[in-house]
């Protein structure tokens, strides 16, 4: 069974630019994330989708970042103008939906902001 | 004051030697706790869950104190491959919050 899958793996733009990462999570998670991580430190929630619905977005951005997970599958994480702050790894991770269950990433979208 | 907190380390430890790692967290309604690994560049993975009783696998014992809000992991015998971050996580309601990561360094 296929993991969860991210893409693009690398991206590099200028700052004010757009960028979309996408994610497809596995098959069947109702529950899917996407976190930011910075070099030596842990991930960090942007997002949490419970199937379409977006339950926990208190930690994204908001002025420059959108997200959307249509029909409760495939998500996309957007983010414009970028800026050089936003140079990180993106990880989506999916879930079963149970509150006890692991959640499983995806290999993240590495991005540089020049 | 971070929800989850780790040592950051390094760990540096010789092969066989035997390790532990502490992490406390804030919020007293947490549900359930994870111990992930991360290899430098790639996702984390779930290493283990940890349950109020305590838990085993293999080299590996996780270790849940409610009363006093800390988890620990133990590595018995470390290998070479047992270098990794430890990334300490903690389920509130779902929300899934991850500590800074603990990195340990097995030499030869």
Same mark, same amino acid.
């Given at each position: 069974? #296929?993991?969860?899958?991210?893409?693009?793996?690398?991206?590099?733009?200028?700052?004010?630019?757009?960028?979309?990462?996408?994610?497809?999570?596995?098959? +069947?998670?109702?529950?899917?994330?996407?976190?930011?991580?910075?070099? +030596?430190?842990?991930?960090?929630?942007?997002?949490?989708?419970?199937?379409?619905?977006?339950?926990?977005?208190?930690?994204?951005?908001?002025?420059?970042?959108?997200?959307?997970?249509?029909? +409760?599958?495939?998500?996309?994480?957007?983010?414009?103008?970028?800026?050089?702050?936003?140079?990180?790894?993106?990880?989506? #991770?999916?879930?079963? +939906?149970?509150?006890?269950?692991?959640?499983?990433?995806?290999?993240?979208?590495?991005?540089?902001?020049? | 004051?971070? &929800?989850?907190? @780790?040592?950051? *380390?390094?760990?540096?430890?010789? &092969?066989?030697?035997?390790?532990?790692?502490?992490?406390?967290? =804030?919020?007293?309604?947490? @549900? =359930?706790?994870?111990?992930?690994?991360?290899?430098?560049?790639?996702?984390?993975?779930?290493?283990? =869950?940890?349950? =109020?009783?305590?838990?085993?696998? *293999?080299?590996?014992?996780?270790?849940?104190?409610?009363? !006093?809000?800390?988890?620990?992991?133990?590595?018995?015998?470390?290998?070479? !491959?047992? !270098?990794?971050?430890?990334?300490?996580?903690?389920? @509130?309601? *779902?929300?899934?919050?991850? *500590?800074?990561?603990? &990195?340990?360094?097995?030499?030869?």
């Amino acid at each position: 069974e #296929a993991g969860v899958v991210q893409s693009p793996r690398y991206k590099i733009i200028e700052k004010k630019q757009p960028v979309a990462f996408w994610c497809n999570p596995i098959s +069947g998670h109702n529950t899917l994330y996407w976190y930011r991580q910075n070099l +030596g430190q842990g991930p960090e929630l942007l997002i949490r989708y419970e199937n379409e619905e977006a339950v926990d977005d208190s930690q994204l951005p908001k002025d420059r970042f959108s997200a959307e997970r249509l029909k +409760g599958v495939d998500s996309t994480l957007k983010i414009q103008p970028a800026e050089l702050g936003d140079s990180a790894v993106y990880l989506c #991770a999916s879930s079963p +939906g149970d509150r006890a269950a692991e959640a499983f990433f995806g290999q993240g979208t590495r991005l540089t902001v020049v | 004051r971070k &929800e989850v907190e @780790q040592d950051p *380390g390094p760990f540096n430890v010789p &092969e066989g030697a035997t390790v532990a790692f502490n992490c406390t967290y =804030s919020n007293s309604a947490s @549900q =359930s706790f994870f111990w992930y690994r991360q290899d430098c560049r790639k996702e984390p993975k779930l290493l283990m =869950s940890v349950y =109020s009783s305590g838990n085993e696998d *293999g080299r590996f014992t996780a270790q849940l104190n409610r009363a !006093s809000q800390y988890i620990s992991l133990l590595i018995r015998d470390s290998k070479l !491959s047992d !270098s990794a971050t430890y990334l300490c996580v903690v389920n @509130q309601g *779902g929300k899934l919050i991850f *500590g800074q990561g603990t &990195e340990l360094s097995v030499k030869p």
